[in-house]
């Protein structure tokens, strides 16, 4: 009995799993932990980071070893005479009589160990470093501009959910001032000072009041599950989002912003790394007209020849230049140049793309702080009318429903000015993520 009573009074406490408390900057974590785009494009990074490693790895030499094992089907040889052999100076029938030898034994094996460090191919090799270097700075790039976009996005979806509560306190406070005034509207029909008619009015308005706060509270669930769904969180999540502190704002004019934003855009360094991975890719196709030398070190090791050592070396080089190819080279080299010249394009119109979009960043900036000045001075005279009925209502010469109604018009002011200063914060958080500022 004890317990059942201890479970009632539990329950009419409050609710028995409470909100999760989530800041802005632990959302952002939390999306950059989780999102799957984003570890693809780490995964990205790592994967260019190797492609220049091996790159590197051609500057050093390589050794290669091969080893040959073959059983002949027939002894290999040749036949001389002694007077061939240098025996000439034997009586008859000697120098005319023929002798066998073995030059190669039925069983062949041959084996050898060759280290080559190429010389003239370095410069080459040189352009396929700097060209994997700029796909490793394109590859970065791109990762931190994916995570500027995935930052601004659960900032979008935090400020909307944020939002999206004041606006269901705003139904719910004119839901409370329509009761209040269907109250009145039937207290005046039965004491014979209206009309049927107002009643039905206000209780129309109560209706109405009432999709308002279901609208609402849909609204709500829908950015809570989405911003649950964005960060990792099961998309049933409770989450109590806390108001951040207001960001900070410290550029001076948009000729800034846009210096600013060439220098520290993710998507400028992408484009300018393209560049230097098309010119690099020039000076490769321009490398082949170069013959390829290279220095060799070799080791063999035999049995089969008689007439040779079991084990040897040699030292040497070797040269490789392609005399004639139909134009191909050439055609490759046009081919690069007309690669680089899309490249260099590109980021012309990539400067051009950031420059016009960070000035309509920073015009919205400043028209957004605007409306925030304005959203604030009806929020003052919407609370001093508050006050104002507040007091009429306390020496009785205001009805309940006029003071009702003036807190449902303070609270949607004030809801207004959260959605001006929500706007205001997010234009400021554009803009930052078209300079790279965080």
Known sequence: MRLASALALALLAGPLFAARPLTLEEAQQLAAK????LQLARLKVQEAMHK??????????????????LYFSRKLGTTVTAGELGLGFLPPPFPSIPVPINLVKQDLFLGGITVGQPLTQLFKIQQEVRAATSEQEIAAARSAGS??????????????????????QAAESKLAAAEQLLADAENAVDTGNALKVA??????????ARQNLLAARDLEADYSEALNLCIGL?????????EPPRPEFQLSSADEAVREALDRSPEVHAARASVDQARAGVRAARADYIPEVTALVQYFHQAGVPTLPDDFGAVGGTLTYTLFDFGKRRELVRERETLRAQAEENLRRVQDGVEQRVRKGYRN???????????RESLELRRESERLTKDQFELGLALKSAYAESQAAAASSDADMFRAEAGWRLAVADLKKEIALR
Request: net charge neutral; hydrophobic share 40%.
């Open 34 to 37: 989780n999102n799957r785009n």
């Open 52 to 69: 220049r490693a091996g790159a590197r790895a051609d500057y050093f030499p390589k050794a290669a070893a091969s080893a040959t094992d």
């Open 147 to 168: 995570e500027d976009e995935v930052r601004y996005a659960v900032e979008q979806l935090y400020y909307a959910l944020l939002v999206s509560q004041r606006q269901r």
């Open 199 to 208: 009643s039905i009015g206000r209780r129309a308005g109560l209706l109405e």
């Open 234 to 242: 099961p998309a049933t999540t409770d989450i109590a989002p806390a």
């Open 365 to 375: 900036v400043e028209r957004a702080l605007q409306m925030v000045d304005v959203a």
